[in-house]
Nanobody, 120 residues
């Protein structure tokens, strides 16, 4: 069973910054990438940023040049540095990880989510 622990959400003014962190733990064959999704009220969950197993990154167009995803110093940790925050960034942010249960069975796990509110 994989567990994800997120931290760093909160209330920030427009133009401000926040840093989210997430650590994955559990008995798996291998971890293969981590990322962040978000879900605003009344909207579907959307991908925000992904750090894939090869170290590559991808971002939603709406956050490019403002958000940066990076590998943390601790094992299986990822951070999301968010700058230039806008009211439309307000959402519950979910950490996710892709992993292999065994050598051929992929799976995915989700954190419980952390609220990010951008408001003056």
């Amino acid at each position: 069973q994989v567990q994800l622990v997120e931290s760093g959400g909160g209330l920030v003014q427009p133009g401000g910054s926040l840093r989210l962190s997430c650590t994955a733990s559990g008995s798996v064959f291998s971890f293969n990438g981590m990322g962040w999704f978000r879900q605003a009220p009344g909207k579907e969950r959307e991908e925000v940023a992904v750090l894939d197993g090869g170290g590559g990154t991808r971002y939603a167009d709406s956050v490019k040049d403002r958000f940066t995803i990076s590998k943390g110093n601790a094992k299986n940790t990822v951070s999301l540095q968010m700058t230039g925050l806008r009211p439309e960034d307000t959402a519950v942010y979910y950490c996710t990880t892709w992993f292999y249960v065994d050598y051929r069975t992929p799976s995915q796990a989700w954190g419980q989510g952390t609220q990010v509110t951008v408001s003056s």
